[in-house]
């Protein structure tokens, strides 16, 4: 049994659980947390937190649980973990990281992926991840955890920019809670976060309140000496220090270690004795150009050799060499870690080595020279910053710092601490000056430095270096043979305080030999005292010149006192007149220099005075001024002492004042001015130690009131306001002796003096207030000052006074203070308030009362005047802060005090805020700019309405563009978020006292303040105001401001309508508002992730279902004044249907009745919301952009339709039809709509979009009859057909436009397109574009119309001659053109779009499409695919079953058709040029053949012509192509079929045809070039004797033929006849041939004459009967030609010249017995035609398959080696004569029959059928341009009726094949011999495709293969595809290709047709004639699937 759990409620998953077995287990991932609910047995139930609304089950051993809190227990309960929040919020990033992780992931690759972007995220994560464990382990220190967390945050933070996720508002790193602080509060943190997150530093945003980081002050520097690789022989000491290089001094102490002869490798003499730690750095220090110099000296004999061994019983120091470190910029600030440093030893001459250092800075090569080193490197050390005290540092450090000595800064630190004692003095030894003694070289001399007490003891004070002990004596550096040697050696003397008074130190000067035996010998010395004689100040700073005194025994030296009493300075020594104890050299000096760094000695003579003051009272004030000139840092060492002494002289005992009183505090002023400089802020808190544990001065608390009161009131009387102004900065201080000395006083007497304390205070206020009231020039300063320091006295005052008596002091100097001021003092002002409001008294609720008042009045007048907004802002801030605070500490009933003090700011603030906002921008950049549309009005005419009148908000209204120009973005937030922390602080009674406070003046003040309110609010909504990151901040406003606009609807219903007083605009404004809060992105929760989302409704609920149910609300108020809102409303609330939201919409959508309801009652019909409702539902799709919410709309209308459908029906009758009608008519715009939006963006969908804008603006001309939406839909599809390069689409798209527009006079407006102008004048303008459209599309033929329509008008109307002349030219250009232009026919080909996923408007329906320029049916199919990219391709082409065509997948059929040209009977009985008619067979066509072979019957397999059948389908579009689409749907199919002999005699007439045309070519121009007429006739006679013929015979000829099939009698008796009439023509042509053949050619001809005998005695066997005695019903079942076409350029003299050679052409290749196809498929394709989609030759080969095999629709690419040249090239370039027109169009006429010999005569009927068949809707086509799209097409079948069919086409793309003369009467190729391997089917083997000339023998363009389906399927495509289908083989007698027999290698040649005979140009290799098996080739490869084992080879990869 399932219980629920109570201990076990979180846990994280440890295990992937995946089994469906398991009924209702829930699927979970490791790492997943889950929340359990319940547990049964070791199984847990519950859900994950990744999707809370799917539950199940799953074991709990799967699971660890984890520590939890409940918050809300009960049903809706929230479960979190109790852990750090720092590492649950990485926990929840990385899970969502990781998604998004993933996602990039996916998009590497693309053009969207950003591998950068995708390892940086990768590194974060993997950072995140390892710092998490890291905190979870618990084995850090505090300090360790507190600076990994921020690490931690800061890296989530920078991911969160960089991801572009929302900011994370942090105090100290952590997230805020949004509910525990204010509006304000939120405002501020989130402020400085984004600093801290934009600057990547690791201090994260905090509050306001909160102190800002402490500058780091004090910096240190570990040093570590990490190696030394030189061999010195000796002993070395090598000393480290810090070089300043801009000062060019040094400025710490020197760091000496020690190393042994062995070397570094063997030095060993403590731990940490290389390293140490250079401290009390400052920032300036670091800012420097900072050196580590190195000095090593070697310590042993005095001159170094290799070969002594011997030990030296002397130890000299001997100067060696120099190493510097410079230290960089990067490793001063520490932001390196520890870096190591390498260095090589310089040395020069002995002299120089003082300055080394300063001769290698200055790169003084001359001087110095680097020393040589066997190793790489030389010394090599190691470095670290780090930052803060060094206490602080060691604590953060401890393995780098803990026990490493100290080297110390020269001097004191920026910052000297209280607690620091330090007692050190620095002697340098500089130089010496000292005689030669006699000797002829100078001396070795060595200085020994002792330190002495009085009594001549030595003290062990003195360190040569840190890192060692100290010792009583030094010895300097030697400087061989050198009397005046400088050393620059700095010692340290260390002596005791309670030592220093007596000591001295004591030079002693010696002389060492080379000689080892020799000592050392004593010759002089020199002494300094360290304090004057009465131990007052000590040795002064500086350099000092001693006197040098001779002694050549130390023994004289034992007693001090005997050279104490010497003068030991030189200057000193010059004035001495008495015996001294030991004689003055006086050519002897040494120069040193000294430097003391103490806390408790002075060298401060007036410092000493004034500690001493009571041995001389006469010059205390002598003493006193001199106070100010003393070093600061003097002052504060002694800070305790001097002011014991101040305060002792400034009054007497009994507390009276004395004659210094006046100077005292004079005095005192200076030392509390000190504490404020930050090199001694630190000694604040030792002032503060001495006021309460030392001051004892109970008395002088009336004497400092006194002082102070007397500059106040001397302020205005006085210019010199220096010291008035140090007086009151150092208020503080003076208040705190004050209120110390008032607080002794009272504790010793037991409060007396009370009242008179107080009115010396109130005395001095008043004081303060006069001052600050006074209008001085002059004191401006002084009451700044007084202003920014008053504060401090305040808080102090709190101490004996009550908090309300001090606010009512701070309120009067407020209010003492001019409002009208100057800028200084008002910014003081408010700098004060600022101050008071975060002050203790703000904390009382007297004074906090008191003082609000009087703040908020000046914050009113400031704002009103908009004087120091930002400071206004941040006053107000801190007032709403602290209030809100207040108000947490009350959980339930707040006191009255806080209700009257928000009470107080929403009263005096809350309006003037709102204004302040809405007119910060009121100086607009321009006028113009404001206007955002035509009913909205500018801000500047916005906000004078406001305080006049009212003014209607808009939906599109918003001040959002205004506050982006120049607004300071700063004071907007902050005034913003004062503003959202009032309406938070404000209640229910708040509001209604707000509502009567405004009522009380009139309600037009309350509709003013409701307007404003709503205008802001609505900006706010709208506008940026917040980052977008800024998400908790927006939502935190947004349930801010839902809260008030359900306070603000209570007056609007019972003021502004209830009570007669209905306010339209009010009431807009407010509904517009409340639209604008509902469709805010931000508040569309669906687009959030799960986690995102289920935070927000744990927070705030959904707050746009809570804002529907407020408008619901306001809507059913309304009632009677609904139709107010009419129309305007109607595109608002249809926003509000787009929540997904069901409830919502639900209530919502019966709004739309209410409106229709409102409008039929009130105006008889709702024409309004219909006519509104559609254009707001165009915008919003037309407008929506990226992203997918317009989805759910169509959701949305479904279910409206539903709603009101059902509410109209069951309403008023009379409404009733028209009701449903147009919520019909509005689902069906919906569905036309989403379509459109669904493919509005991308190039691929391009196609789409051209299909979604037919669909509406037929929709919008059609069904609702809106012009200007058709219009602008006209324009929108023309703008997608001209970047498309559809022009001739582009031009009918114009014309619908056109066709709207008369001839007349009527002035139209202007739009964006075009000027206001004359209805005549727009369509001439369109006109004009029609026309420029139909020229690039080369569309001549539909231009000429609009030519003659303008010309008219301007012959006859507008008598304009110019424009006539120039469209006159035009139209004559447009004929020539006709003749001479070079265009290609566009391919056709028919698409079947299957299944529901596909778009409305192409889902299970087929349509035709008109291929673009020389796209043939691979490229047409990857662009379908391109646009459908989810779609599959049908690999067959039968009839999809009813399973595709309801699926939820895409489906797409593809092949290629011919177009049906309608005879034309226009063009009967006249002789039209080709290149005329050429236009017409691929233009203004319907109809489209798409023709299939099949096989009936056994198939015989030698030969398959027997049963081989041709499926005719013909498809009929809707309207014409071209037209304003490139595709058209079709509504009509129908299949015709083709028996065997039917399709033969279709083939031998059209060769027949062929062989006539080129006949009468050359009789007419025997000079021509003969090469094309010979190919034409070896083509066919040498075809016909390898067996054609002869299939023929076998198969349709032989006795049992017509016994089995009797009803094909007829069209075998017609192939007989048509074979006969072959040879007839043949015979003549041969004969021609034969005459007009040059000699070359001649035994070719005699060839051809030898096989044609025998072609011809074959056919006469077969054919025995006479042509004479053929049978009757032969020849009525071949009905006479159809009427000819003679064309106007078929004169033989000027219709072929060709170029090329017979001789040198090679013959074409036989089809060989495995069904290969020719090897020239180049040649062919030249000549192949334009629709060569389904084939190239005259007859192309079928391969048999079974019927079940699955045969592609794909197109096959040809891509072997011999086929590529066939689209190496346009194919315009083969086709092309020299006019431009192709050769086919002189050689192709609508039914044309050329013969040589004379037609049959004519019957009677076939007379009749001439003249009575029915004209041609081309016959009746008006001079002006037809509308396709209405258009009413009437089927003409009088050809049907009175002629059979023409066998197909084989595939014949006619435009695009070579015709010479007579194309379609070739006769077929040779029928290919069987394949070796039988093939599986029975169906028979071929290789032709056939091509028909269509029905009623006109020639068709399009012929192709029926598909063999019933015909009364419309729209269904073919069973099987042409591309892949065994096509039938042809019936006998295929000719084949003529070429040159006799030159095999020689390549072919084409021609070229020119204009005269002399022009012969050869063009590229081809045969001539259409049936070569290259075409079949190419015909098989590129329209069907050829089976693998026929394919051709690919090529190689280039």
Known sequence: MWTPTKNQKYGVVIYNFDQDEVPQALHLDVGETVQVLEECRGWYRGFSTRNRNVKGIFPAQFIHLKPFKIDNEGLYETVTPVEDPVVQEAASVLREWGQIWKNLYVLLGTSQGDQELWDAVRKAMMDVADWRKQLITGTLTSDQIAQLKLKITSKIDWGNRKLGLDLVPRVDGEMVDPDAVSVVELHQVHVQSAEASQSHSQGLGTLAKRKERRKVLSHHLFFCMRDFSYHLGEDAEIFFSLYDAQKAKFISERFLVKLSKEGFSNYVEKIHSNCTIFTDLGSGDLASDLYIVAHVVRVGRMLFSESVKKMSSHNYRRPYGIALFRLAQSVLQGGEGEVELTGKLFTSDEKD?????????KKQSNKYSIMSNNASYGLVVSVKVVHGELEQATKENPLLLKNVCVTKKLGFSDVIMPGDVRNDLYVTLNSGEFERGGKSVGKNIEVTVLTLDAEGQALQAIYSGMGHEGTPEYSSMIMYHNNSPRWNERLKVAIPIDQFAGAHLRLEYRHCSTRERNEKKLFGFSFVRLMDDDGGTTLRDGSHELCVYKCDERGRLSNPMEYLNMPFLSKEAVDCIYSLPFQRSPKESIIIDTLLCSTKLTQNVDLLSLLRWRSTPDGIGETLSRLTRVDGAETVKFLQDVLDALFAMFSTDDGNSTQHSGHVFQALVFIFSLLEDSKFEHFKPVMDAYITGHFAAALVYKGLISCVKHLSDLCPQTEKQEAIMRCFRSLEYIFKFIIQSRLLFARATGGQNEDSFRVDVDSLFESFAHMLNMHLENIQASQVTLLEHLQGACDQLCRVLSPGEVANHLSNLFNATPVESTRDLTRAKLHAMKNSVNSPIYDDDEGRGLLLETICTHLRQHLDSRLELTLCGEVLSDIVILTHKHIKKYSHKLPATLHQDVEMIMRTLFDVVVQVILTLERSAPSSDSCTLAPDVMGLAHLLTALKTQFVPIHASMTLGSFFLGSMDEEIRGTLVACLMGILQLMGESHYSKLWEAHMISGTHHLRHLLHSTIVLLADLVRAAVFPSDWFVMRMVTNYTILAAMQEIAQPLISTFLKQGRFDNQLWSSYLNLAVGFLTQPCLQLEHFSQQKRHKVLERYND???????????????????????????VGPFLEVTLVPEPELRKAT?????????????????????????????????????????????????????????????????????????????????????LDYRNVMQGDENCDKRMSCTVNLLNFYKNEVNRQEMYIRYIYKLHDLHVPAGNFTEAAFTLQLHANQLAWTQRMLHADHLYPAQTETQRKELIYMKIIDNFDKGKCW????????????????????????????????????????????????????????????????????????????????????????????????????????????AQYIQICAVKTLTEPNPMFDGVEVDERILKYYSNNHVRRFVYDRPTYRGPADKDNEFKNLWIERITYTTEFELPGILKWFEVVDQKMDQLCPPQYACETVER???????????????????????????????????NGGVAKYQDAFFGPDYLVMYPENADHVNRLKVLLSDQTMILENALDLHGKIAPSANQPLHRRLVDVFEGLRNKVRKMCSTPQSQRSTSSLQSTPPPPPTHRRADSDPATEFRRTGSIVNSPLPPLPSDKGAVSTSSSSTSGHSSQRSSQASSLYAHFHSASHDDELYAKPQEWDSGIGSQRDSRPRSAYISDSRGSSPKSLSKSLNNDYMIVPPPKLSDESQRWRHSRPPSPHTTRSSGIHDSLNTSWSDSHGSEESLPPLPPRVGERQTRSVSLGG?????????????????????????????????DGCSSSGGGLSNGFPASTPGTPPLLSPRNHRTPPPPPIPPKSISTPLTPLSPPTCFSLNTSAEDLTPTMPTNLYIGTLDETQHSLLENYSVPPRLQPHPPPSP
């Open 353 to 361: 080595f003082w300055q080394l250092p300063e001769l290698v800075l």
């Open 1103 to 1129: 707050m746009r279902v809570l804002m529907g149910f407020q408008i619901l609300s306001m809507w059913r108020e309304l009632d009677d004044h609904r139709l107010h809102f009419i129309p305007g409303m």
């Open 1149 to 1233: 959508l019966p709004i739309f009745f209410d409106m229709m309801q409102a409008e039929q009652q009130a105006k008889g019909s709702f024409k309004q919301v219909e006519t509104e409702l559609i254009d707001k539902l165009d915008i919003l799709v037309s407008e929506n952009k990226g992203d997918d919410e317009y989805r759910q709309l169509f959701n949305t209308m479904e279910h409206l339709s539903a709603v009101l459908l059902e509410r109209v029906r069951s309403n008023d009758p009379v409404w009733r039809e028209s009701g449903t009608a147009f919520i019909n008519s509005v689902t069906r715009l919906l569905e036309r709509l």
């Open 1341 to 1448: 033929e539909q231009g000429i119309p609009l030519l003659e329509e303008l010309a008219t008008q301007y012959r006859t109307r507008l008598f304009d001659y110019q424009k006539l002349s120039e469209v006159l030219k035009r139209q004559a250009t447009f004929y020539e053109k006709i003749l001479s232009g070079k265009r290609y026919d566009n391919e056709y080909f028919r698409v079947g779009f299957y299944g529901l996923g596909l778009p409305l408007f192409v889902r299970n329906k087929v349509f035709i499409y008109r291929g673009l320029e020389y796209e043939q049916i691979g490229a047409f199919t990857q662009r379908i695919q391109t646009e459908f990219p989810q779609a599959k391709m049908l690999s067959h082409n039968t009839p999809p079953d009813d399973t595709i065509r309801s699926s939820d």
């Open 1551 to 1585: 060769n027949n045809k062929q062989i006539r045309q080129i006949t009468l070519h050359y009789r007419a121009n025997p000079q021509d070039n003969i090469q094309p007429f010979t190919m034409r006739l070896q083509g066919t006679i040498d075809a016909a004797v």
């Open 1863 to 1895: 194309e379609d009467d070739a006769p077929p190729p040779v029928l290919p011999k069987r394949m070796g391997k039988k093939c599986a089917s029975p169906a028979m083997f071929g290789c032709d495709q056939l091509v028909g000339d269509g029905v």
